[in-house]
């Protein structure tokens, strides 16, 4: 038999099967759309994550309390809380050459409200330099200023979202509000930016940091800092100055880890797309199971249908057909089911990975839908393999049957 006459024979017996092959390649379908859905969520995950952090731009450096390994993220990031970090490393990291910014940040949660309006909110205490280190801007109003900067002044500017919610169409400045059952005067309102991956500017209020440390939170601790760098080239230089500091500020003698960890927005960068790269290998691998699953479903199914065409087998044979055309015709049978549920899988998960990613920017998400041609052939290359592997043992059943005894089958 010629290769073409097998290919069209078998596909005459799956068509001829259509709910059999159909759910025969249900699993291969599942496993392969779970496998192509989870590394394009990863992909667009990541890339989410890079753009947010890119925000701040490549001449950021951040310090937070606690310390790293190399590679790996601080234990404060995981909500543990540290208190090594205070308002006068900041001041002295703002002193450090080619550094032309520094804002500490004091965060909570708490009530805000305003005449009968009432709902729970994260503030910041923080510097008149988080402007410049956010890149943030005003629309209404002003910042906080240098000369509230270490005071206990209670003033406050609003995010968008909070301002809206709290005050409709009224003009929020020079208002009254509560934080707790503290009184803060509105002395300005943000522009909207939208959500990041760190937080929502919309979303939150602003105060002095002294003013969260010692009137709201009652600590004098800081959650962390952020420094901005004049030059991207000077980072190195800049973070080693820092780091020489706060050892010395904090009497860490030699042979002493350090109580803190200062990265650069490129070094958070790689750890972050280590991070999710590996957990969307991870996942892959999980979903990859499903496709061995499928692959003992072909198995199976292949071997009942070996058994129900054990007459069509002995009479092939007995017009002359060799044991490798019988070989060839299950095992031409089985790579095609599992092909052809790779394809619909395929599809169907970049079509499910398109809805994601549509959901998350009707959410006010940034999200690539990132389909790699690396993925698509893995889960072609994947399944086909799986289809041969597990179409052997039906194929070299079948062959081995004799040919007078299939012939006599019922």
Do not use: C
């Not at 760190?198 to 602003?206: H, R, T």
């Not at 962390?224 to 003698?253: V, Y």
């Not at 959901?359 to 999200?367: E, L, Q, V």
């Not at 072609?380 to 799986?386: L, R």
């Amino acid at each position: 038999m010629n290769t073409k006459f097998t290919v069209n024979f078998a596909w005459k017996n799956i068509v001829a099967n259509k709910r059999r092959s159909f759910l025969t390649m249900l699993g291969m379908i599942i496993g392969v759309g779970s496998v192509i859905s989870i590394m394009a969520i990863g992909a667009g995950a990541q890339s989410y994550v890079f753009s947010q952090l890119e925000v701040f731009g490549g001449n950021m450096v951040g310090v937070t309390p606690g310390a790293s390994e190399e590679d790996g993220p601080p234990a404060s990031v995981f909500g543990v809380v540290i208190t090594t970090l205070t308002y006068d490393d900041a001041e002295g990291i703002k002193k450090i050459e080619h550094v032309t910014a520094v804002t500490p940040y004091a965060n909570g949660n708490m009530k805000v409200s305003y005449r009968d309006k009432a709902k729970n909110v994260d503030f910041s205490g923080v510097t008149s330099d988080f402007m410049e280190v956010e890149n943030s801007k005003i629309a209404e109003g002003r910042f906080l200023v240098e000369d509230e900067d270490g005071t206990v002044e209670r003033n406050a500017v609003l995010g968008s979202e909070i301002a809206k919610d709290l005050f409709e169409d009224e003009n929020p400045l020079g208002k009254k509000i509560k934080i707790g059952q503290e009184s803060f005067t509105v002395v300005g309102v943000l522009t909207k930016k939208g959500s990041s991956l760190i937080s929502s500017q919309d979303q939150q209020i602003y105060v002095p940091v002294r003013t969260a440390q010692k009137i709201l939170l009652g600590i004098d601790y800081i959650s962390l800092l952020r420094a901005k760098i004049d030059d991207e080239k000077n980072i190195n230089q800049a973070m080693g100055e820092m780091e020489s500091l706060l050892r010395n500020s904090h009497n860490l003698k030699a042979g002493m880890g350090n109580d803190f960890a200062v990265r650069s927005m490129s070094q958070a960068l790689d750890i972050i797309g280590t991070v999710t790269g590996a957990i969307s290998i991870f996942l892959g691998a999980i979903a990859a199971i499903s496709l061995l699953v499928g692959g003992v479903g072909i198995m199976n199914i292949m071997l009942v249908s070996v058994t129900e065409r054990t007459r069509e087998v002995g009479l092939r044979k007995a017009l002359g057909a060799k044991r490798k055309d019988i070989v060839a015709q299950f095992l031409v049978e089985a790579v095609m089911i599992t092909f052809v549920g790779g394809v619909i899988g395929i599809v169907g998960g970049t079509i499910f990975s398109y809805v994601v990613a549509a959901a998350a920017t009707a959410y006010g998400y940034r999200w690539d839908l990132i389909v790699s041609l690396n993925s698509v052939l893995l889960a072609v290359g994947v399944s086909t393999a799986i289809g041969l592997l597990f179409g052997i043992y039906p194929a070299y059943k079948a062959a081995g049957l004799n040919a007078i005894e299939s012939l006599r089958y019922e």
